[in-house]
């Protein structure tokens, strides 16, 4: 019930953080990442997921945007919104330095990770 609660208010957030459609929305990739993390990690896990995704954003021009939350009962159910200009800046982004970096830093930290690719329906903001 809880993953379903956080996949609708991140379906709602992809509607805030897209403004407009046009045909190069549709080359976008959507993707929502579920994480479970270790609770006596959580600390170490957040930071590292914090140094990542501020270098993907500096560093990549394909990586758009990337949105976490955690769970507000169960802080260890983290769920990320990342969005990127299309497949191959997914594939670009996964081999950079710092997602390997991440990668190695949390791999003791995740107990699981569930990966969802989504498109958008619709998009609207103020």
């Given at each position: 019930?809880?993953?379903?609660?956080?996949?609708?208010?991140?379906?709602?957030?992809?509607?805030?953080?897209?403004?407009?459609?046009?045909?190069?929305?549709?080359n976008k990739m959507y993707r929502i990442a579920k994480i479970k993390v270790d609770a006596s990690q959580l600390d170490k896990y957040t930071f590292a997921l914090k140094e990542q995704m501020n270098a993907a954003i500096k560093l990549e021009s394909?990586?758009?945007?990337?949105?976490?939350?955690?769970?507000?009962?169960?802080?260890?159910?983290?769920?990320?919104?990342?969005?990127?200009?299309?497949?191959?800046?997914?594939?670009?982004?996964?081999?950079?330095?710092?997602?390997?970096?991440?990668?190695?830093?949390?791999?003791?930290?995740?107990?699981?990770?569930?990966?969802?690719?989504?498109?958008?329906?619709?998009?609207?903001?103020?």
């Amino acid at each position: 019930m809880k993953q379903m609660i956080l996949s609708t208010l991140f379906l709602g957030l992809l509607i805030l953080i897209n403004t407009h459609s046009n045909a190069q929305d549709k080359n976008k990739m959507y993707r929502i990442a579920k994480i479970k993390v270790d609770a006596s990690q959580l600390d170490k896990y957040t930071f590292a997921l914090k140094e990542q995704m501020n270098a993907a954003i500096k560093l990549e021009s394909g990586v758009l945007s990337y949105t976490a939350v955690a769970d507000k009962k169960d802080p260890t159910l983290i769920t990320i919104l990342e969005v990127y200009a299309n497949l191959d800046a997914y594939q670009s982004h996964i081999l950079t330095p710092h997602f390997k970096k991440y990668k190695e830093t949390v791999k003791d930290m995740v107990l699981s990770l569930e990966l969802t690719d989504v498109d958008l329906v619709s998009a609207a903001t103020k």
